[in-house]
């Protein structure tokens, strides 16, 4: 079975800077990979998916991620944050072919002034 | 045009109702799902319909039942509410060839007192 893990449930960062959010993943088998967003009291939305191909994946709103398969991981990185990104950041993965989403524990970025 | 709905957005009831939440996607997707968001915003899966038929069925007590009139609608009824179904309830659909991204409706915020 798969599993995500997202390295840290909180991240601080001020305005203008650049941030990266961790996730790493664990599966036996091939996997697709999501970014997802929720802003406060708003139901999820999704940034960006990993299917197949180029390893780098542009999303919107400026955001992208790098699926890297010897370090099971895919991170989030955008390069300058904006006060509107604000928001809960949950990392996903699904197993080839699969029905079902796991969804990481998130990881709520704070914009500061 | 809301893509997936639900009502109400809003619930608040005492232990011991029946209540249901009702939700609707008009992308055509053949698959819908029932998450459970708790208040650390852990996001869990709860069941999955695909063109009408149960795919998914995580261990939910049989208090909660889903039932799909036809592939755009998936409601949640709950019967004999306790304290602990509090929480979030978020209904999403995906498309099975794109790798199952999924679409959030906004979410039903119910209250158990």
């Known amino acids: 079975a798969q599993s995500v893990t997202q390295l840290d449930s909180q991240v601080p960062v001020f305005e203008e800077a650049p941030v990266e959010l961790r996730c790493n993943y664990s599966s036996s088998v091939s996997v697709y990979l999501f970014w997802y967003v929720q802003y406060p009291n708003q139901g999820l939305q999704l940034l960006l998916k990993y299917l197949s191909g180029s390893t780098l994946v542009k999303g919107i709103n400026g955001f992208e991620a790098e699926f890297n398969k010897s370090q099971t991981s895919f991170h989030l990185r955008k390069p300058s944050v904006h006060i509107s990104d604000t928001a809960e950041y949950f990392c996903a993965v699904s197993a080839v072919p699969d029905d079902k989403i796991i969804f990481g524990k998130g990881t709520r970025l704070h914009i500061l002034p | 045009d809301t893509a997936v709905s639900q009502t109400p957005k809003y619930l608040v009831t005492q232990m011991g109702n029946d209540k249901s939440i009702k939700c609707e996607q008009n992308l055509g997707h053949d698959t819908m799902y029932w998450y459970k968001q708790d208040s650390k915003k852990f996001l869990k899966i709860m069941f999955s319909?695909?063109?009408?038929?149960?795919?998914i069925n995580e261990t939910v007590p049989n208090r909660f039942s889903p039932k799909s009139p036809d592939k755009a609608h998936l409601n949640l009824h709950i019967n004999s509410l306790e304290l602990g179904d509090s929480a979030v309830y978020f209904c999403?659909?995906?498309?099975?060839?794109?790798?199952?991204?999924?679409?959030f409706g906004p979410g039903t915020r119910l209250t158990v007192t």
């Open positions: 999403a659909s995906s498309p099975r060839d794109r790798g199952y991204e999924q679409y």
């Open positions: 319909y695909n063109n009408k038929e149960l795919i």
